[in-house]
Every structure is written in structure tokens, then in C-alpha cells.
């Protein structure tokens, strides 16, 4: 069945240094959406990418979606205590799967 | 104004007993979703929901079992019990593929979820 991977589980940085979390699917995606969590909070939408190779920005959060559908990615630049969370993605090929997340620790 | 909510926040219960927990978005999507997050953070879909028809079901055990009176609730009550049923279950929302909207139809919103603590 459709398998939604995400790398790294874990990610410590120092406040000011970027971020990557990293997504693969095993079939091809219709879309992909990512999610952030705060501790103790829940999911919240973030972005949606659609087209083969498309890359979105919003603010210091650059979001890519692989030439193939199959791949995404979040990359934040110079993150900040306020980034800190778990980053989901959530692959569609017939139904929305979720990628396992990345949980984000910053240093300050 | 809550967009979707969920009843109750904290739920500690014994091994074997029967509990239910509510939810219920004001949103006007017509699509709800019941997902069950682990101590591992894993999110899994059980449940969906359109238009109160059951189109999702996972592999969950019989004791589960979601209803929904209207398209604004989707309610999971849960029989007999068990320690591995301990979890974070959230509730989300969203609205259908061929309906009109700012942002992308399957944009998922998310109840403030229920942790439930099984001893």
C-alpha cells in the first residue's frame, strides 16, 4: 500500500541555523501537504503543493514538490525559537498519508 | 469560535470500560475524519466520513466505532477498552473536491484532540 516516509525523526539546531525535513512516498502524488504541530498542540495546515516540481515560500519556510510527485521537502532558513515543532507531511495519491514527522528542537 | 471542537480534552478511564468522545466542527465542511496519534507522534487515519456516509475505514478493531448524526458531528465511541487504545485522537475537517473556497479543498482542520489514558 501507499507509504509516506519522512526524514529525520529528530532535528536539534541552534537558533539561527537552518532546517530540512524531507519526505518521500512510494507511489506517485496527486498533492502533498505539509503540517506543523506545537507541543501539546495539533496539527495545523500549513501549505498545500501540487505540481511536478512546484516550490512555495512563506516567509523563511521554502516548501518543495519533487519532478516526479514523490518527494517534498521544508526547508527553514535561520530558525527561531518559535519554529520549534513537529513537522508533518501528507502525501494523496487515494487517500491523505501522513509522513511519521520531524520534530523540531531549537536552541536559543 | 472555535472551528472544530472536541469533547472532552482528557479522558482517563479503566481497562474494559465502554467511552465515547464528540466532536463537532461549525465550519460547514462536510467531510470529518477521526485519527488516532501515538506516544511516537504517528498520526493514522481511522475513520472518514462524507456527508455521514462511512468512505475511509482502516484497519481498526471492531471495538471502534465512529457516528455521525449530521454533517457537523462525527462522534467515536470505543467498547471494551485496552491499554494499547491509549493515545491522542483527533478529530479534523474538511470540505469536498468540487466545492467553492479560499484555500485548497482538502485542507485538513484539526480538533484540539482528546488524550486518552487507558489503565
Known amino acids: 500500500g501507499q507509504q509516506v516516509m519522512q526524514i529525520p525523526q529528530y532535528q536539534h539546531v541552534q537558533e539561527g541555523e537552518d532546517f530540512t525535513t524531507y519526505c518521500n512516498s512510494s507511489?506517485?502524488?496527486?498533492?502533498i501537504q505539509w503540517y506543523k504541530q506545537r507541543p501539546g498542540g495539533h496539527p495545523v495546515f500549513l501549505i498545500q503543493l501540487v505540481k511536478s516540481g512546484e516550490v512555495k515560500k512563506q516567509k523563511r519556510l521554502t516548501f518543495q514538490f519533487g519532478e516526479a510527485k514523490k518527494n517534498s521537502s521544508l526547508h527553514i532558513t535561520a530558525t527561531q525559537t518559535t519554529d520549534v515543532g513537529t513537522y508533518f507531511c501528507?502525501?494523496?495519491?487515494?487517500?491523505?498519508?501522513f509522513g511519521q514527522g520531524t520534530e523540531l528542537s531549537v536552541k536559543p | 469560535d472555535t472551528a472544530v471542537s472536541q469533547t472532552p480534552k482528557y479522558l482517563v478511564t479503566q481497562m474494559g470500560n465502554d467511552k465515547s468522545i464528540k466532536c463537532e466542527q461549525n465550519l460547514g465542511h462536510d467531510t470529518m475524519y477521526w485519527y488516532k496519534q501515538d506516544s511516537k507522534k504517528f498520526l493514522k487515519i481511522m475513520f472518514s466520513?462524507?456527508?455521514?456516509?462511512?468512505?475511509i475505514n482502516e484497519t481498526v478493531p471492531n471495538r471502534f466505532s465512529p457516528k455521525s448524526p449530521d454533517k457537523a458531528h462525527l462522534n467515536l465511541h470505543i467498547n471494551s477498552l485496552e491499554l494499547g487504545d491509549s493515545a491522542v485522537y483527533f478529530c479534523a475537517s474538511s470540505r469536498s473536491a468540487g466545492t467553492s473556497g479560499p484555500r485548497p479543498h482538502n485542507e485538513q482542520f484539526f480538533g484540539p484532540g482528546t488524550r486518552l489514558t487507558v489503565l
Open positions: 507511489t506517485t502524488l496527486s498533492n
Open positions: 466520513y462524507n456527508n455521514k456516509e462511512l468512505i
Open positions: 501528507a502525501g494523496r495519491g487515494g487517500k491523505l498519508i
